[in-house]
């Protein structure tokens, strides 16, 4: 007798889900068979709405309904990309990201344990390194973070790993570099309000015709400017897939990966390669630098090769900018 194979499709809850990050993911994630049920403050953008399966416009901390959600979908893990995320604001108002991105968090974390999620991938950031003593970073270098953002995501990556190793929670934490980019059928970008990233920023001066302000050029570098590791977004989404169907499979012991290219790029040589690209001309001016900014970035990435098989696929200047740029021109 021959029996039909009952087929499951896997399934995952992004928070922040409309965001810049979380919305790549969404995108990715349903692209790659997935059912994504998303959650966010903002509501999805028209464009994103059919890669969700379903959508919660809440808060995460809004736990009766965050129970809810997760009771009607099981999801198989839970990718957790909400966040305050912007390092000046963060100084500004530090009890705010501690609020948001420690208390609320670990609210949301609990709400995910009481409904028995197996996984769960943590957005965490670079800014826990803080100025580094090597490059490139790899994942065993002291954290000592040098604003309240940094601060938060440590506080939370430590949250999760003693549930981890508590094994309340199948956790992986991911910390990227600098996530840039769009994808590549320009549906979806970066856009924050303000805006306060390098590669938007460039677009945006070249659009609007106003000079790009550069934080600094004394610093010990090879031309002055800050070097950073930057990181396509659909390569960030690739390996958040790649660790997902790994934890659905088992329990990770290796678990905290830094993503980044192992290359860095100076502010000057982003203008030099978006002049040359875009076919541009970039005006600049030379400003102070931002309190915090450490002279250079750059990450190993070899965990991730090595336990997940990830390698940046997408992250030449080239793909960075033309998708960017073809976005932002759409908009
Ligand atoms: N930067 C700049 N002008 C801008 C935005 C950023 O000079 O309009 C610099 C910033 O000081 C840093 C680098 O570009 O040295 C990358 O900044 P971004 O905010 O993109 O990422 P971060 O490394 O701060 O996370």
Not at 3 to 14: A, E, N, P, W
Not at 43 to 57: M, N, T
Not at 160 to 181: M, Q
Not at 247 to 276: P, R
Request: net charge negative.
């Amino acid at each position: 007798m021959l029996y039909k194979r009952k087929m499951y499709t896997k399934s995952v809850l992004i928070t922040g889900s409309s965001g810049y990050i979380g919305s790549h993911f969404t995108k990715y994630f349903t692209q790659k068979g997935y059912h994504v049920f998303g959650l966010d403050v903002v509501e999805p953008k028209k464009e994103l709405r059919h890669y969700l399966k379903d959508f919660l416009h809440t808060d995460i901390a809004d736990t009766p309904l965050v129970l809810d959600y997760l009771a009607r979908h099981k999801p198989m893990g839970v990718i957790h990309c909400a966040a305050k995320a912007l390092v000046a604001e963060s100084v500004a108002f530090p009890q705010m990201y501690e609020d948001y991105n420690v208390t609320r968090a670990n609210a949301f974390l609990e709400t995910c344990i009481s409904s028995s999620i197996a996984n769960f991938i943590f957005s965490s950031t670079a800014a826990v390194y803080g100025e580094p003593l090597h490059i490139p970073i790899k994942e065993d270098h002291p954290r000592s973070p040098v604003n309240p953002y940094g601060e938060t995501k440590k506080k939370f990556e430590d949250i999760l790993l003693k549930k981890h190793h508590d094994k309340e929670i199948n956790a992986g934490i991911f910390r990227y570099f600098n996530a840039c980019g769009a994808d590549f059928d320009a549906e979806l970008g970066e856009c924050h309000e303000p805006e306060t990233h390098l590669i938007p920023n460039v677009i945006k001066s070249i659009l609007e015709e106003k000079p790009l302000h550069i934080f600094g050029n004394q610093f010990s570098t090879r031309d002055g400017t800050c070097v950073r590791d930057y990181i396509h977004v659909i390569d960030l989404a690739h390996s958040h897939y790649l660790l997902m169907e790994q934890m659905i499979q088992s329990q990770m012991t290796d678990n905290i990966f830094n993503l980044g290219t192992e290359g860095g790029y100076s502010i000057l040589e982003i203008i030099d390669a978006a002049q040359k690209i875009l076919t541009k001309k970039v005006h600049f001016e030379i400003k102070n630098p931002r309190p915090g900014d450490p002279a250079t970035l750059i990450a190993s990435h070899q965990k991730a090769k090595t336990v997940l098989g990830w390698e940046p696929q997408w992250s030449d200047l080239e793909t960075i900018l033309t998708t960017a740029w073809a976005w932002h021109q759409k908009q």
